[in-house]
């Protein structure tokens, strides 16, 4: 059983598009982030959300919506996509109450390409 | 908010080669994890070390709080050893920051 899962795993759309990223951990982690990875390597924080509630909503432009509808699940949904939004999204999942606190277990990634 | 960095940026070593990874903080922390991303982009935990040392096979991690810097210890190394080395650092609750990252290639 994967931990933490993505889908997709691919995506290539053109500019202007919506699209969703759907994230999955069966961990029982209370914590879920949203990651973004350039080119560079750079792995940029979006957000995060404890228990549904969002705590880190890092500077990312309103076309990036997250949504968690339950502790399991938090959904990353792009509106009007453009080319800087190509990159890879890495969904994460941590326990705040157990220890060591807040392991990160990362999903396999998600690659978007805008074209 | 908390600087991560982390040097070198790039290394590359002969299989069997050991190596020291740095990463500096600029402010205390809670935790602070070290992470591998292989070719494939895959990332893997390897520590959770707010302080102190711990060790895993050729790999161990030492942290030293009070001085704001963590140490990753690559021995004997292996091809298999490559790929970017990450360090992350929480200063505030679920919020995990991550370094540039130290990109290591192993030649055989």
């Known amino acids: 059983d994967t931990a933490v899962s993505q889908t997709p795993k691919y995506l290539v759309t053109q500019m202007g598009n919506d699209k969703s990223i759907k994230c999955e951990q069966n961990?029982?982690?209370?914590?879920m982030y949203w990651y973004k990875q350039d080119s560079k390597k750079f792995l940029k924080i979006m957000f995060s959300?404890?228990?549904?509630?969002?705590?880190i909503n890092e500077t990312v432009p309103n076309r990036f919506s997250p949504k968690s509808p339950d502790k399991a699940h938090l959904n990353l949904h792009i509106n009007s996509l453009e080319l800087g939004d190509s990159a890879v999204y890495f969904c994460?999942?941590?326990?705040?109450?157990?220890?060591?606190?807040?392991?990160?277990?990362f999903g396999e990634g998600s690659w978007l390409t805008v074209v | 908010g908390i600087q991560v960095e982390q040097s070198p940026p790039d290394l590359i070593l002969q299989e069997g080669a050991n190596s020291t990874l740095r990463c500096n903080f600029s402010?205390?922390?809670?935790?602070l994890q070290w992470f591998h991303q292989n070719p494939w982009g895959q990332l893997i935990n390897l520590f959770y070390?707010?302080?102190g040392t711990k060790q895993n096979g050729r790999l161990s991690a030492t942290t030293v709080a009070t001085e704001r810097y963590s140490l990753l210890y690559i021995s004997s190394s292996q091809t298999t050893d490559s790929g970017v080395y990450f360090c992350?650092?929480?200063?505030?609750?679920?919020?995990?920051?991550f370094g540039a990252g130290t990109r290591l290639t192993v030649k055989p």
């Open positions: 994460a999942s941590s326990s705040s109450a157990s220890y060591p606190r807040n392991t990160i277990y």
């Open positions: 961990l029982g982690h209370d914590t």
């Open positions: 959300y404890n228990n549904k509630e969002l705590i």
């Open positions: 402010d205390s922390v809670n935790n």
């Open positions: 070390i707010p302080s």
């Open positions: 992350a650092v929480e200063r505030a609750l679920n919020d995990m920051r």
